[in-house]
């Protein structure tokens, strides 16, 4: 399975942002983790096949919101309200082996090539 990221871009803060995630097959459990200049990488969000089961990272609950079209085998995060410190490389994940909302990056068994999210202050 093959994951295309895009969406992101530069925006001021409290502005919004919606990234995609395109994958080339069909897949279970699909998240979202983001990586910022001198840090780990750290979940944001994830989503199981069905859509009812969503997790989120502290931080975003209330301002992201994570969707899935299992159609087009894709997954969206639509980000609102951003800070700062939401500044960071965003990773699409996706599993093939493991249904749920997991927030543990070994659960994921294919990763997209990252797009960068700017916001300004």
């Known amino acids: 399975v093959q994951l295309q990221a895009s969406g992101g871009g530069l925006v001021q803060a409290g502005g919004s942002l919606r990234l995609s995630c395109a994958a080339s097959?069909?897949?279970?459990?699909m998240g979202w983790f983001r990586q910022a200049p001198g840090k780990e990488r750290e979940f944001v969000a994830a989503?199981?096949?069905?859509?009812?089961?969503?997790s989120y990272q502290d931080s975003v609950k209330e301002r992201f919101t994570i969707s899935r079209d299992n159609a087009k085998n894709a997954v969206d995060l639509q980000m609102s309200s951003l800070k700062p410190e939401d500044t960071a490389v965003y990773y699409c994940?996706?599993?093939?082996?493991?249904?749920?909302?997991?927030?543990?990056?070994?659960?994921?068994?294919?990763w997209g090539q990252g797009t960068q999210v700017t916001v300004s202050s």
């Open positions: 989503i199981s096949r069905g859509g009812a089961g969503t």
């Open positions: 097959g069909r897949t279970l459990s």
């Open positions: 994940a996706a599993s093939v082996t493991h249904n749920g909302n997991s927030q543990n990056e070994n659960a994921y068994n294919y």
